[in-house]
């Protein structure tokens, strides 16, 4: 940092104010790491498919035709919620089906996740 640039900020706020935004800095950059490594985990009943979407709400799960429920939430390797239409075809996934026998969840799987 520039020694001219600190004593500016040094004579407009008290060094408390700074300790205080150091502080601030710091949680905040370890908030944003704690959620980027967040981990997911994937029900031991979700079963496994290689999946393709076939249009609006239907997909192919190892070639056979399935209806996604209303609500269904399909997430990606980072685990972020993405539209059906984002499915790479041929991904493999876990998923699991509601009471009616749709298709509810699904979680494309990472590298790692897919060697287990």
Same mark, same amino acid.
């Given at each position: 940092?520039?020694?001219?640039?600190?004593?500016?900020?040094?004579?407009?706020?008290?060094? +408390? %104010?700074?300790?205080?935004?150091?502080?601030? $800095?710091?949680? @905040? !950059?370890?908030? @944003?790491? &704690? $959620?980027? @490594?967040?981990?997911?985990?994937?029900?031991?009943?979700?079963?496994? %498919?290689?999946? =393709?979407?076939?249009?609006? +709400?239907?997909?192919? *799960? +190892?070639?056979?035709?399935?209806? *996604? $429920?209303?609500?269904?939430?399909?997430?990606?390797? !980072? +685990?972020?919620?993405?539209?059906?239409?984002?499915?790479? &075809?041929? %991904?493999?996934?876990?998923?699991?089906?509601?009471?009616?026998?749709?298709?509810?969840?699904?979680?494309? *799987? &990472?590298?790692?996740?897919?060697? =287990?």
């Amino acid at each position: 940092m520039c020694p001219g640039f600190e004593s500016l900020i040094r004579h407009h706020f008290p060094s +408390n %104010a700074i300790d205080r935004m150091r502080a601030f $800095a710091l949680i @905040a !950059a370890f908030v @944003a790491s &704690t $959620a980027m @490594a967040q981990l997911r985990s994937i029900p031991d009943d979700a079963e496994r %498919a290689e999946i =393709r979407h076939v249009e609006q +709400n239907l997909i192919e *799960l +190892n070639g056979k035709p399935e209806r *996604l $429920a209303p609500g269904a939430q399909i997430r990606d390797q !980072a +685990n972020r919620v993405i539209v059906p239409a984002a499915l790479e &075809t041929g %991904a493999l996934v876990k998923y699991r089906r509601d009471a009616t026998g749709a298709v509810s969840q699904v979680w494309i *799987l &990472t590298p790692e996740e897919a060697a =287990r």
